[in-house]
């Protein structure tokens, strides 16, 4: 199976490096400024009605998503996409756990932001740089992108967005965590498509 490496890719990772690295250099002190606070009121302090959607939409960022990419691109003849799906769920682990969580840590906003309303089963302490749930989507959303054509490309995005939504307005995260997260998200999968190449066989793209 043929298999492109695309200067986008590369892009991709540069402009992840572009948005995580200011992010964390921010978030490494601990505190959360007067605009990050303002921006995550705007959303966090919406009405409570739209709770269920919330709480529904940031399963599209837990971890077992990126098996069940894999397990679909397998069953649609797509092994390249499915690899790459597998790479960026064991990726999201390893930057979180060795390069991310060892060097910056700030509070969940539960006990880091005045005025944080925390719904649900949010958690009120540990660590919340990065959004763990934003890097993945983000990842899966670069790598899947390939594979999809027209209107259905911006599908992804849409689902990163709401994503990103979703854990600001139950209170689990600032948005600078988001913020990194994203960047974070577009690396891994820069670096995956880099890895594993994606498919330049007509076949094997989603009209």
């Known amino acids: 199976m043929l298999g492109a490496r ?13 948005l995580f690295v200011p992010a964390a250099l921010i978030a490494h002190s601990g ?17 409570d009605a739209l709770f269920p959607f919330a709480n529904a939409a940031q399963f599209l ?18 092994p390249r996409l499915a690899l790459a799906a597998l790479m960026v769920t064991g990726l999201k682990l390893l930057v979180e756990r060795i390069v991310i969580w060892p060097l910056v840590f700030r ?8 005025g944080a309303i925390v719904r649900g089963t949010t958690p009120v302490t540990g660590a919340a740089f990065v959004s763990g749930h934003v890097i993945l989507i983000t990842a899966i959303a670069w790598v899947v992108m ?10 992804p995005w849409v689902v990163v967005g709401v994503v990103v939504f979703a854990r600001l307005y139950l209170g689990a995260h600032n948005p600078l ?23 330049t066989e007509p076949e094997d793209l989603t009209v």
């Open 6 to 18: 695309r200067r986008v890719d590369l892009v991709a990772l540069l402009v992840g490096l572009a």
């Open 177 to 199: 965590d988001v913020l990194g997260g994203f960047g974070m998200g577009l690396i891994v999968g820069g670096v995956t498509n880099l890895v594993v190449g994606v498919s």
């Open 107 to 114: 509070a969940r906003p539960g006990t880091s932001t005045p």
């Open 146 to 155: 390939p594979y999809l054509h027209g209107r259905w490309r911006w599908v």
């Open 31 to 47: 505190r959360v400024g007067d605009l990050e606070a303002a921006i995550f009121r705007t959303i966090n302090h919406l009405p």
């Open 61 to 78: 960022g837990v971890l077992i998503v990126g098996p069940i990419v894999a397990l679909v691109a397998l069953l649609l003849r797509r």
